[in-house]
């Protein structure tokens, strides 16, 4: 980043974690049969291990990298990055990075970087059908797929953080799709103490459907 500046929605983000315990957020307006059925679809058995896989595969002056896998609802194994700052010691505070759509967890290395700098750990997963979950082509209706699946990978990746031991407050940045999910996820789970969405929102039949013509004339010109 030039100057070294921390970019304004995540100096938000660090400002909202100093404030862990509190609930930073209006709750949902909904009734109280729509917030019951929200919650009782994203219930799980948490009892399940998670089959922890950590490796180290990078080191910086500012962190160590490592990449993750663990189990989450399905059968589905989730790959995911983590880092910690290497210049103080835990326990400390965490951020969970969500990509948008077409994205991956990669894109997040800058932002790793960023928040290794202030004694941030982080984590990042690849969504369903992306990254090394396998990139395709997605029908409107599969996004909501995606969109149900991440939000329990996003659960189990709190569990992982809170099995840890060395976590003190988890705040999630979601960006386009990843805002969606991490809002979602947000209303589902008190354990995230500080929310930043970044470009989210929108009617997905539009947007799919505009990604699909998108394609198509790029067909039409490499062709």
């Known amino acids: 980043m030039p100057g070294g500046r921390i970019p304004l929605l995540l100096l938000v983000l660090l400002v909202l974690l100093a404030c862990t315990g509190t609930w930073l957020f209006p709750a949902f307006n909904c009734q109280p049969r729509e917030e019951k059925d929200l919650l009782s679809f994203y219930e799980y058995d948490k009892s399940k291990p998670l089959n922890p896989r950590l490796a180290p595969i990078k080191q910086t002056g500012n962190y160590t990298l490592y990449k993750l896998y663990f189990s989450s609802v399905k059968g589905e194994v989730i790959p995911a990055l983590f880092a910690t700052p290497r210049n103080v010691k835990g326990p400390y505070p965490c ?49 909501l797929l995606v969109v149900a699946q991440a939000v329990f990978d996003l659960r189990r990746a709190l569990d992982y953080l809170e099995s840890r031991g060395d976590i003190d407050g988890v705040g999630v940045m979601g960006k386009s799709l990843g805002g969606i999910i991490s809002s979602i996820l947000a209303g589902v789970d008190d354990r995230v103490k500080a929310l930043v969405i970044v470009s989210s929102g929108g009617n997905w039949t539009l947007i799919t459907s505009g990604l699909r013509e998108g394609e198509k004339k790029l067909d039409r010109k490499v062709g």
């Open 95 to 143: 951020v969970l990075l969500v990509h948008g759509l077409g994205g991956s967890k990669e894109i997040y290395l800058d932002v790793i970087d960023l928040l290794s700098k202030n004694d941030f750990a982080s984590l990042a997963i690849d969504l369903p059908s992306h990254g090394e979950r396998g990139r395709r082509r997605m029908e409107p209706g599969e996004v």
